[in-house]
């Protein structure tokens, strides 16, 4: 096992100090989400999981990482932690003055799975008029939008 893997491997567990963090080399991050990507993309949450958590101990600010974690764990139905990670990633966008479309997207999910539509709404709308979302988020969030119009 190469010494990125054994530091991405600690990170997971939470047994990384921060000097052993910063020798992580770029690469091998990228290595790593192309990892937890093909993990969840072939049915392996719990291994996407695991990776994924190890890049957001290695760096926090890893809105990508954050994003998928979120979206894994609303598959599961882990609605607590989808939240957390959720948000994480839409901290990160506000923090650097973009928009996250997608961030904002789980967090309606995430309201939608708490019954709270209401709340949701807002986030939806954003959504909708957002040039910036992808045409697929988009036509999702207006969709979601028509239909809870409808209930």
């Known amino acids: 096992m190469s010494a990125d893997a054994m530091r991405m491997n600690a990170a997971a ?6 000097a052993e963090a910063r ?8 290595a790593a989400r192309s990892l937890a990507w093909l993990a969840a993309s072939n049915g392996r949450r719990d291994v996407a999981r695991t990776i994924l958590a190890g ?21 599961r139905g882990d609605v607590p932690a989808a939240r957390e990670a959720a948000t994480q990633a839409a901290s990160i966008a ?4 973009v928009a996250d479309p997608a961030a904002s997207w789980l967090l309606a999910r995430v309201l939608l799975a708490e019954g709270r539509p209401g709340e949701a709404e807002p986030w939806l709308a954003a959504i909708s ?5 992808p045409v697929r988020v988009a036509a999702s969030a207006r969709a979601l939008q028509r239909r809870l119009a409808g209930s």
């Open 13 to 18: 567990r939470g047994a990384i100090t921060l």
């Open 23 to 30: 020798d992580v080399t770029p690469d091998a991050l990228a």
């Open 55 to 75: 890049l957001v101990a290695l760096d926090a600010g890893d809105a990508w990482s954050w994003r998928t974690l979120a979206a894994i764990e609303l598959e």
């Open 94 to 97: 506000r923090s650097r003055g």
């Open 129 to 133: 008029s957002d040039p910036s979302a």
